[in-house]
Antibody, heavy 120, light 107 residues
Framework: EVQLLESGGALIQPGGSLRLSCAAT????????MNWVRQAPGKGLEWVSA????????FYADPVKGRFTISRDNSQSMLFLHMNSLRVDDTAVYFC?????????????WGKGTTVTVSS | DIQLTQSPSFLSASVQDRVTITCRAS??????LAWYQQEPGKAPKLLIY???TLQSGVPSRFGGSGSGTNFTLTISSLQPEDFATYYC?????????FGQGTKVEIK
């Protein structure tokens, strides 16, 4: 079964750091670009970051640029999000998502999410 | 960045109603548009990609249309399990922005 499973969410103080993980199973992980998407409580979806299949390019949303770093380990089928200088407005459920393609792109596989709460 | 504006933000409808949600892009995105359904407390689910292609396993009452800047998601006959929030997303360029969402509730 194709599956993504996030972990690493926690309650953390402002200014702190956290690393989220996403374990992929059931597909050839190294053939897909991967993404992080977040959702603040009661709010909509916000794309956060992406990494190409080979890990040679990364992309970030402006609110996290310079603070978050995406990485992957294709040998372990793992995606990571390293989060530094966390702010209260980073509080959200963080989803990892696979970018599929058939001439056009889409996010066809999503994890269940992991919750990050930034609060003093 | 490309902005996506969904309308309406909230929709009240009855079972078997025909429902239409629109998504307007701030610049042309060809057909690089996807629609997702999200139930409370769950991950989003892909419904439609390439503006009009139904994802495998999604009921045929869901349909998408449009190209360029104007897009539509239609549910031909609303079912009880369709009451959820719907999002459009553009995937032509980073950042891959989402619309603000349309919540479909039971009238």
């Amino acid at each position: 079964e194709v599956q993504l499973l996030e972990s690493g969410g926690a309650l953390i103080q402002p200014g702190g750091s956290l690393r989220l993980s996403c374990a992929a199973t059931g597909f050839n992980f190294d053939m897909y670009a991967m993404n992080w998407v977040r959702q603040a409580p009661g709010k909509g979806l916000e794309w956060v970051s992406a990494m190409t299949d080979r890990g040679d390019s990364t992309f970030y949303a402006d609110p996290v640029k310079g603070r978050f770093t995406i990485s992957r380990d294709n040998s372990q089928s793992m995606l990571f999000l390293h989060m530094n200088s966390l702010r209260v407005d980073d509080t959200a459920v963080y989803f990892c998502a696979r970018r599929g393609w058939l001439s056009f792109y889409y996010f066809d596989v999503w994890g269940k999410g992991t919750t990050v709460t930034v609060s003093s | 960045d490309i902005q996506l504006t969904q309308s309406p933000s909230f929709l009240s409808a009855s079972v078997q109603d025909r429902v239409t949600i629109t998504c307007r892009a701030s610049q042309g995105i060809s057909r690089y548009l996807a629609w997702y359904q999200q139930e409370p407390g769950k991950a989003p689910k892909l419904l439609i990609y390439a503006a009009s292609t139904l994802q495998s396993g999604v009921p045929s009452r869901f349909g998408g249309s449009g190209s360029g800047t104007n897009f539509t998601l239609t549910i031909s006959s609303l079912q009880p399990e369709d009451f959820a929030t719907y999002y459009c997303q553009q995937l032509i360029s980073y950042p891959y922005t989402f619309g603000q969402g349309t919540k479909v509730e039971i009238k």
